[in-house]
T-cell receptor, first 113, second 118 residues
Framework: GENVEQHPSTLSVQEGDSAVIKCTYS??????FPWYKQELGKRPQLIID?????GEKKDQRIAVTLNKTAKHFSLHITETQPEDSAVYFC????????????FGGGTRVLVKP | GAVVSQHPSWVICKSGTSVKIECRSL??????MFWYRQFPKQSLMLMAT?????????EQGVEKDKFLINHASLTLSTLTVTSAHPEDSSFYIC??????????????FGPGTRLTVL
């Protein structure tokens, strides 16, 4: 089955700096890669996703890049703010409505004011 | 749109009792629902995939007789933790997926249920 590795497990950045989280996946059939933000005790919230037919997607301060050949994808957060502090999870699936997500181990991001 | 609710949000029970958690898709029909378990400071671990009207598919290592899943309608799935023990204490989260509600593959998560077994 699919295996998703996520690095780093913790990330501390100064407010205004950029944060980058990287994930690798094992199943070349995976074609849907969402990123979730989870605050303590809350549900995961989708912040951005990318499908395998594109290499990059951007939404304001958040961007995701995908390298299908190397089977890795990354989340980039620019101009970080204290409210970006949370746990971020990457995931991978084969993209159909009934296909399960395999999650990475998570990255705890702390943005220091 | 694409709202998923869970009930209860938290529950405390005695060891040996059973607990039922409900997951509802409020504004769309969920052909597939997923149940996850999340221990403190860990990732979401998929327990089972549930399709309306059919038996759930359990992940390796998840006891199907202990975690009973019913997906009787396109808007409701239930997870029953039978004979709960302290090691079952965890955050249980459901998600729902429909090719119509969002992009294909997107899952919408419920708010989670925190189970504490004494």
């Amino acid at each position: 089955g699919e295996n998703v590795e996520q690095h780093p497990s913790t990330l501390s950045v100064q407010e205004g700096d950029s944060a980058v989280i990287k994930c690798t996946y094992s199943d070349s059939a995976s074609n849907y890669f969402p990123w979730y933000k989870q605050e303590l005790g809350k549900r995961p919230q989708l912040i951005i996703d990318i499908r395998s037919n594109v290499g990059e997607k951007k939404d304001q301060r958040i961007a995701v890049t995908l390298n299908k050949t190397a089977k890795h994808f990354s989340l980039h957060i620019t101009e970080t703010q204290p409210e970006d502090s949370a746990v971020y999870f990457c995931a991978a699936s084969m993209g159909a409505a009934g296909n399960k997500l395999t999650f990475g181990g998570g990255t705890r991001v702390l943005v220091k004011p | 749109g694409a709202v998923v609710s869970q009930h209860p949000s938290w529950v405390i029970c005695k060891s040996g009792t059973s607990v039922k958690i409900e997951c509802r898709s409020l504004d769309f029909q969920a052909t597939t629902m997923f149940w996850y378990r999340q221990f403190p400071k860990q990732s979401l671990m998929l327990m089972a995939t549930s399709n309306e009207g059919s038996k759930a598919t359990y992940e390796q290592g998840v006891e199907k007789d202990k975690f009973l899943i019913n997906h009787a309608s396109l808007t409701l799935s239930t997870l029953t933790v039978t004979s709960a023990h302290p090691e079952d204490s965890s955050f249980y989260i459901c998600s729902a997926s429909s090719g119509l509600a969002g992009g294909i593959g997107e899952q919408f998560f419920g708010p989670g249920t925190r189970l504490t077994v004494l």
